[in-house]
Every structure is written in C-alpha cells, then in structure tokens.
C-alpha cells in the first residue's frame, strides 16, 4: 500500500512519470481496489473522518491513462473512459434499468439503486437505497441504511485531492430534491426534509433552544432539519438568504427503515 501511494503521489506531482514503467500501473491498481472495496477515498476512526489523498489523487490520474471508448449494451451505447462497474449479480447489488454504477465504485451487498448514478471514487454502504435520480457523486461516501430519496443530489469533490467529500453517515434519510455539496457531513441518523441544500457555507442553525446555535459543514447527529431562510442586509436593501434549520431530533421510537417520515411529520413538515 505504501509503495501504490507513494508512486501514485509521484506521479501526481509529476505526470510524466506516467510514461515510465510501474505508475500507471498503480494507479490503476488504485482504482482496481477502490472497485473492490478494498480502499475507500474516505475512512472514519476514533478522531473522525479522514482522507486519502492519495486516493482521489489516482483517480483524477486514472482519466489521464485511460483512453475514450465506446461501450455497447444494446439498445445503450456510451462513450467514455470509464466503463460501468461488472459483477452486480455476485456482489449482491440490485440496480434498476437504466441506474448506473461506474466503475472505481464500491457498492456493498444489498443496496439497491434505482434509475440512479453512482459515480467513481463513491461508497454505498449496505442496506443503502439510491432512489430515482438520485446522484451520488465522485468520491462521496454513504453510510449504510439510508435512503436517498428521488432527485438526491450528492455532489462530487474530486480537487484538490485534500478536500473532504460529501459524507453521509448510517441511517441517514435524506428527502426529495436535496442537495448536498461542498464536503458537508451528515451525521448518523439525521433526517433532511425535501428540498434542503447545504454547501459548506450554508447556516445550519439550531432553533430549539433560546438561543439559536449556528452549524456550517456538519448536520449534528439525530437532527431533523427543514429549508429556511434568513434575512439579510445589502446595500440594496433587506433580502431572505437560504438556511437550514434544525428542529429537532429524531425520538428513540423512530423506526429507521420505515418510518422515517414520521420523524417529520412529528414537527409538521414534509418528508
């Protein structure tokens, strides 16, 4: 593993060493191993998530050694750099016509992936449902039993190789129409209402104390949180801005698979 990232970052700081023998090669055993599950662009430890940079440096190198090609499955023909990922049948992954997983995608035995897209570098932990049109984008990593619900949008971070990707803890429910962009982490267990967004700069503000508290970057664990806005001031005048509030946590009796809507209908709001 050292010596794969130690001429993988070589070549990262030096593409020509692509040229010579062994480098390309590791990078692409790195994608290899990323598509096995064998590597992962992102791990959680004791101190909390951690990235290898090195990873998402192979695979920003992988689309300089790979070369375009068409690929056919009739009535399907695409033409890329990257193929679909093979083996779902033995990997136990279920994915619906016309979903795609690419390769350099690890997805665990019993997710499901509806008319999706998985995109290369991602995680999809099992028990995991990519709904319709639901994106998970490169490098992001998503926990097991969650729900990404239709239209999802889980943006990519590929660069700089050092930036945190999108992250998406266990049993998180994540509503309609959401976007998640920008390297923001999704505790265990949170729930998103439809249509929330969240850049690592949007407010994810707190309102069930006295005092609001202000979140940027992290959706605590358990929170239910619902689209707001805030007002602000411009030389032009006051304007509502987009926020995120949180306005509660999600009970002990809430089941994780199934009533995952009851969580938001606790506080009146929408799945």
């Known amino acids: 593993m050292d010596e794969l ?3 993988v970052s070589a070549a990262f700081a030096d593409r020509a060493l692509l040229k010579q023998p062994g480098y390309a090669e590791a990078v692409r055993e790195t994608v290899a191993r990323l598509d096995q599950g064998r590597l992962r662009v992102a791990e959680k430890g004791p101190a909390g998530w ?5 990873v998402k440096e192979a695979i920003l190198l992988y689309f300089a050694v790979s070369e375009m090609k068409v690929m056919a499955d009739p009535p399907f023909e695409f033409h890329d750099k990257v193929p679909l990922k093979s083996g779902l049948a033995a990997a136990g992954v279920r994915v619906v016509p016309p979903g795609t997983v690419r390769y350099g995608a690890f997805v665990e035995p ?3 992936v509806m008319p999706g897209y998985v995109n290369i570098g991602a995680y ?5 449902m990519v709904d319709t049109w639901a994106t998970v984008g490169s490098c992001a990593q998503v926990g097991r039993n969650v729900h990404l619900s239709g239209g999802v949008g889980l943006g990519g971070v590929l660069e700089p190789p050092s930036a945190s990707p999108v ?4 049993g998180c429910f994540i509503g309609s129409r959401c976007v998640v ?3 923001v982490l999704v505790e265990e267990e949170a729930v998103l209402g439809a249509n929330v ?3 690592a700069s949007t407010p994810i503000i707190d309102v069930t104390g006295p005092t609001e508290v202000v979140h940027k970057g992290r959706v605590p664990a358990r929170s239910v949180v619902i689209p707001g806005s805030r007002e602000k001031k411009f ?4 304007y509502h801005v987009p926020c995120a509030l949180i306005i509660g946590l999600r009970t002990a009796s809430t089941d994780k698979k199934t009533s995952l809507n009851a969580a938001l209908r606790d506080f009146g709001v929408q799945a």
């Open 5 to 7: 990232a130690s001429k």
């Open 50 to 54: 951690t990235v290898n940079t090195w």
């Open 110 to 112: 019993g997710a499901v």
């Open 124 to 128: 999809v932990g099992t028990g995991t």
């Open 167 to 170: 992250i998406i803890e266990d």
């Open 181 to 183: 962009v920008e390297g």
């Open 197 to 199: 967004v969240l850049t």
């Open 235 to 238: 030389p032009a005048g006051s």
